[in-house]
């Protein structure tokens, strides 16, 4: 019903900068939050950032400063800029939203992910 396709992923040098970009579809009412997560190899996923639709945004304290979260609520996308990227920075990165489809219940939906790595 709904589908969360990430992109932006790929190669970046260290102190670099790379953007990620999140699209929703399908038979969306509204989104309410929207985030990024991340899950490096051997460890669990976690919180990188998220932003209600009003744009309040909440970081992780190992990203804030050098992450910057953003949403278009007309496109239903969320971008994650992230500048600063260090070693510990490459995961796969997963979207995540929370929907309202045709009632007031919310359904939290996950992209595929996407990753990048970090190297000179």
């Known amino acids: 019903q709904v589908q969360l396709v990430e992109s932006g992923g790929g190669l970046v040098q260290p102190g670099g900068s790379l953007r990620l970009s999140c699209a929703a579809s399908?038979?969306?009412?509204?989104?309410?939050?929207m985030g990024w997560y991340r899950q490096a190899p051997g460890k669990q996923r976690e919180l990188v950032a998220t932003i209600t639709s009003a744009g309040n945004t909440n970081y992780a304290d190992s990203v804030k400063g050098r992450f910057t979260i953003s949403r278009d609520n007309a496109k239903n996308t969320v971008y994650l800029q992230m500048n600063s990227l260090n070693p510990e920075d490459p995961a796969v990165y997963y979207c995540n939203a929370a929907v309202s489809l045709s009632s007031p219940t919310i359904f939290s939906y996950w992209g595929q992910g996407t990753q990048f790595t970090v190297s000179s």
């Open positions: 399908g038979s969306i009412f509204s989104i309410h939050v």
